[in-house]
Protein backbone atom coordinates (compact mmCIF):
# COMPACT_ATOMS: atom_id res chain seq x y z
CA UNK A 1 0.00 0.00 0.00
CA UNK A 2 1.15 3.67 -0.64
CA UNK A 3 2.60 5.53 2.21
CA UNK A 4 2.61 9.49 2.92
CA UNK A 5 5.98 10.25 4.13
CA UNK A 6 6.20 13.81 6.47
CA UNK A 7 9.15 15.44 8.18
CA UNK A 8 7.71 14.71 11.85
CA UNK A 9 8.85 18.28 13.21
CA UNK A 10 9.79 21.75 11.64
CA UNK A 11 10.22 24.75 13.56
CA UNK A 12 9.65 28.71 12.25
CA UNK A 13 10.49 32.00 13.52
CA UNK A 14 7.54 34.25 14.23
CA UNK A 15 6.68 36.22 10.43
CA UNK A 16 8.99 33.66 8.74
CA UNK A 17 7.99 31.23 5.83
CA UNK A 18 7.79 27.40 6.37
CA UNK A 19 7.48 24.88 3.62
CA UNK A 20 6.09 21.47 5.08
CA UNK A 21 6.10 18.19 2.50
CA UNK A 22 4.43 15.50 2.10
CA UNK A 23 6.41 12.56 -0.45
CA UNK A 24 4.46 9.40 -1.70
CA UNK A 25 3.90 7.72 -4.88
CA UNK A 26 0.03 8.45 -4.74
CA UNK A 27 0.51 12.05 -5.25
CA UNK A 28 2.18 11.62 -8.53
CA UNK A 29 -1.62 11.01 -9.69
CA UNK A 30 -4.00 12.67 -7.08
CA UNK A 31 -3.52 15.55 -5.48
CA UNK A 32 -3.38 16.16 -1.69
CA UNK A 33 -5.10 18.27 0.75
CA UNK A 34 -4.02 19.42 3.78
CA UNK A 35 -5.27 19.77 7.24
CA UNK A 36 -3.83 21.54 10.56
CA UNK A 37 -4.62 20.20 14.22
CA UNK A 38 -4.05 22.41 17.18
CA UNK A 39 -4.80 20.00 20.69
CA UNK A 40 -7.84 18.52 21.26
CA UNK A 41 -9.57 19.61 18.68
CA UNK A 42 -10.74 18.40 15.54
CA UNK A 43 -8.96 18.94 12.51
CA UNK A 44 -9.41 21.95 9.73
CA UNK A 45 -8.70 22.02 6.14
CA UNK A 46 -6.10 24.10 4.90
CA UNK A 47 -6.20 23.43 1.12
CA UNK A 48 -7.00 21.23 -1.55
CA UNK A 49 -6.82 20.47 -5.11
CA UNK A 50 -4.71 23.06 -7.18
CA UNK A 51 -4.42 25.38 -3.94
CA UNK A 52 -7.77 25.78 -3.04
CA UNK A 53 -8.71 27.28 0.63
CA UNK A 54 -12.07 27.29 2.39
CA UNK A 55 -13.57 30.55 3.24
CA UNK A 56 -11.93 31.53 6.53
CA UNK A 57 -8.78 30.09 5.80
CA UNK A 58 -5.75 32.87 5.47
CA UNK A 59 -4.29 33.73 2.74
CA UNK A 60 -0.80 33.07 4.58
CA UNK A 61 -1.26 29.37 4.00
CA UNK A 62 -0.39 27.57 0.27
CA UNK A 63 -0.43 24.36 -1.04
CA UNK A 64 1.48 23.25 -4.43
CA UNK A 65 2.61 20.26 -6.00
CA UNK A 66 5.79 18.45 -8.01
CA UNK A 67 6.18 15.29 -9.32
CA UNK A 68 5.67 12.61 -6.09
CA UNK A 69 6.06 15.45 -3.48
CA UNK A 70 3.00 18.17 -2.08
CA UNK A 71 3.28 21.00 0.04
CA UNK A 72 1.63 23.41 1.91
CA UNK A 73 3.52 27.30 3.03
CA UNK A 74 2.88 29.59 5.65
CA UNK A 75 4.15 33.00 4.53
CA UNK A 76 4.62 35.18 7.73
CA UNK A 77 4.06 32.39 10.39
CA UNK A 78 2.10 33.41 13.57
CA UNK A 79 2.04 32.32 17.12
CA UNK A 80 -1.96 30.60 16.08
CA UNK A 81 0.05 28.46 13.24
CA UNK A 82 1.66 26.65 15.80
CA UNK A 83 -0.18 22.92 15.16
CA UNK A 84 0.21 19.73 13.54
CA UNK A 85 0.33 19.17 10.03
CA UNK A 86 -1.10 16.40 7.74
CA UNK A 87 -1.80 15.81 3.96
CA UNK A 88 -4.15 13.78 2.34
CA UNK A 89 -4.86 11.70 -0.23
CA UNK A 90 -6.03 9.13 -2.57
CA UNK A 91 -4.29 5.42 -1.88
CA UNK A 92 -3.19 4.89 -5.57
CA UNK A 93 -2.52 1.07 -4.42
CA UNK A 94 -6.36 0.25 -4.47
CA UNK A 95 -6.59 -1.04 -0.99
CA UNK A 96 -8.34 1.59 0.57
CA UNK A 97 -9.65 5.33 -0.66
CA UNK A 98 -7.25 6.97 1.31
CA UNK A 99 -4.39 7.55 3.51
CA UNK A 100 -3.11 10.57 5.80
CA UNK A 101 0.50 11.18 5.72
CA UNK A 102 2.73 10.47 9.21
CA UNK A 103 2.45 14.66 10.54
CA UNK A 104 4.43 16.90 11.10
CA UNK A 105 4.60 19.12 14.44
CA UNK A 106 5.13 22.80 13.24
CA UNK A 107 6.80 25.19 16.45
CA UNK A 108 6.92 28.85 16.02
CA UNK A 109 9.81 30.40 17.70
CA UNK B 1 -23.11 25.56 7.73
CA UNK B 2 -22.88 21.70 7.55
CA UNK B 3 -22.27 19.45 11.34
CA UNK B 4 -21.01 16.23 12.41
CA UNK B 5 -22.25 14.97 15.36
CA UNK B 6 -20.78 11.90 16.68
CA UNK B 7 -21.98 9.16 19.23
CA UNK B 8 -21.60 5.33 20.43
CA UNK B 9 -18.26 5.54 21.80
CA UNK B 10 -17.35 4.50 25.04
CA UNK B 11 -15.37 1.61 27.28
CA UNK B 12 -15.42 -1.97 25.55
CA UNK B 13 -13.56 -4.94 26.73
CA UNK B 14 -11.00 -6.44 24.02
CA UNK B 15 -12.94 -8.81 21.24
CA UNK B 16 -16.35 -6.70 22.01
CA UNK B 17 -18.32 -4.50 19.66
CA UNK B 18 -19.71 -0.96 19.72
CA UNK B 19 -21.73 0.77 16.86
CA UNK B 20 -20.95 4.43 16.15
CA UNK B 21 -23.59 6.92 14.64
CA UNK B 22 -22.71 10.55 12.84
CA UNK B 23 -25.71 12.77 12.19
CA UNK B 24 -25.15 14.84 9.58
CA UNK B 25 -26.75 18.46 9.72
CA UNK B 26 -27.11 21.36 6.93
CA UNK B 27 -26.29 19.31 3.92
CA UNK B 28 -27.28 16.27 2.77
CA UNK B 29 -24.82 14.16 3.40
CA UNK B 30 -25.86 11.24 0.49
CA UNK B 31 -25.04 13.60 -1.61
CA UNK B 32 -21.45 13.04 -0.73
CA UNK B 33 -18.73 10.46 0.18
CA UNK B 34 -18.24 10.19 4.07
CA UNK B 35 -15.60 8.84 6.07
CA UNK B 36 -14.26 7.87 9.74
CA UNK B 37 -11.25 8.81 10.45
CA UNK B 38 -9.68 7.99 14.19
CA UNK B 39 -6.61 8.95 16.12
CA UNK B 40 -4.72 7.29 18.57
CA UNK B 41 -4.08 8.60 21.47
CA UNK B 42 -0.78 11.08 20.95
CA UNK B 43 -0.57 9.69 17.74
CA UNK B 44 -1.59 11.05 13.79
CA UNK B 45 -4.37 10.49 11.89
CA UNK B 46 -5.66 7.11 10.21
CA UNK B 47 -8.06 7.00 7.30
CA UNK B 48 -10.59 3.99 8.64
CA UNK B 49 -13.20 3.94 6.16
CA UNK B 50 -15.75 5.26 3.65
CA UNK B 51 -18.42 5.12 1.66
CA UNK B 52 -19.94 6.69 -1.63
CA UNK B 53 -22.88 8.86 -1.70
CA UNK B 54 -25.01 6.31 -3.06
CA UNK B 55 -23.93 4.39 -0.23
CA UNK B 56 -22.98 1.54 -2.75
CA UNK B 57 -19.02 1.82 -2.67
CA UNK B 58 -17.34 1.28 1.21
CA UNK B 59 -13.86 1.73 1.74
CA UNK B 60 -11.91 -0.07 4.61
CA UNK B 61 -8.03 0.69 5.77
CA UNK B 62 -6.31 -2.64 5.92
CA UNK B 63 -5.96 -2.64 9.72
CA UNK B 64 -10.05 -3.00 9.96
CA UNK B 65 -11.21 -4.64 6.82
CA UNK B 66 -13.58 -7.64 7.92
CA UNK B 67 -13.75 -6.28 11.32
CA UNK B 68 -15.54 -2.82 10.81
CA UNK B 69 -18.72 -1.99 8.64
CA UNK B 70 -19.70 1.35 7.47
CA UNK B 71 -23.30 1.98 6.60
CA UNK B 72 -25.68 4.91 5.95
CA UNK B 73 -29.39 5.64 6.52
CA UNK B 74 -30.09 8.30 3.74
CA UNK B 75 -33.41 9.13 5.02
CA UNK B 76 -32.22 10.12 8.34
CA UNK B 77 -29.05 11.62 7.44
CA UNK B 78 -26.83 9.10 9.36
CA UNK B 79 -23.67 7.66 9.17
CA UNK B 80 -22.83 4.47 10.74
CA UNK B 81 -19.50 2.49 11.97
CA UNK B 82 -20.15 -0.58 13.27
CA UNK B 83 -16.40 -1.78 15.11
CA UNK B 84 -15.92 -5.63 15.94
CA UNK B 85 -13.72 -7.82 17.32
CA UNK B 86 -12.01 -4.84 19.22
CA UNK B 87 -8.56 -5.11 20.22
CA UNK B 88 -6.54 -2.09 22.27
CA UNK B 89 -5.33 -1.19 19.24
CA UNK B 90 -8.24 0.32 18.09
CA UNK B 91 -8.40 2.39 21.14
CA UNK B 92 -8.87 6.39 19.69
CA UNK B 93 -10.83 9.11 18.87
CA UNK B 94 -13.01 8.21 16.06
CA UNK B 95 -14.24 11.42 13.52
CA UNK B 96 -16.78 11.69 11.55
CA UNK B 97 -15.89 13.40 8.28
CA UNK B 98 -17.86 14.76 5.06
CA UNK B 99 -15.66 13.82 2.27
CA UNK B 100 -13.97 10.88 1.23
CA UNK B 101 -10.06 12.86 0.31
CA UNK B 102 -10.94 16.16 0.55
CA UNK B 103 -12.51 16.64 3.91
CA UNK B 104 -14.22 19.48 4.64
CA UNK B 105 -16.22 19.36 7.49
CA UNK B 106 -15.47 17.28 11.28
CA UNK B 107 -17.25 15.97 13.63
CA UNK B 108 -16.04 16.47 17.20
CA UNK B 109 -14.99 12.75 17.82
CA UNK B 110 -16.31 10.00 19.84
CA UNK B 111 -13.91 8.00 22.19
CA UNK B 112 -13.74 4.49 22.16
CA UNK B 113 -11.42 2.80 24.54
CA UNK B 114 -10.63 -0.91 24.50
CA UNK B 115 -9.67 -1.97 27.43
CA UNK B 116 -9.81 -4.95 30.14
Redesign the interface.
Known amino acids: ?1 SELTQDPAVSVALGQTVRITCQGDSLKK ?1 SA ?1 W ?1 Q ?1 KPGQ ?4 LT ?2 RNNR ?1 SGIPDRFSGSASGDTASVTITGAQAEDEA ?1 Y ?1 C ?3 DSSG ?9 TRVTVL | EGQLLESGGGLVQPGGSLRLSCIASGFTSNNFGM ?1 W ?1 RQAPGK ?4 VS ?1 ISGTGIMT ?4 SVRGRFSISRDSSDNIIYLQVSSLTVEDTAVY ?1 CAKG ?5 Y ?4 TLVTVSS
Open positions: SYSYQAPVLYGPDYLSRNRFSVFGTG | SVGLEWGYYADYLWEIDWGQG
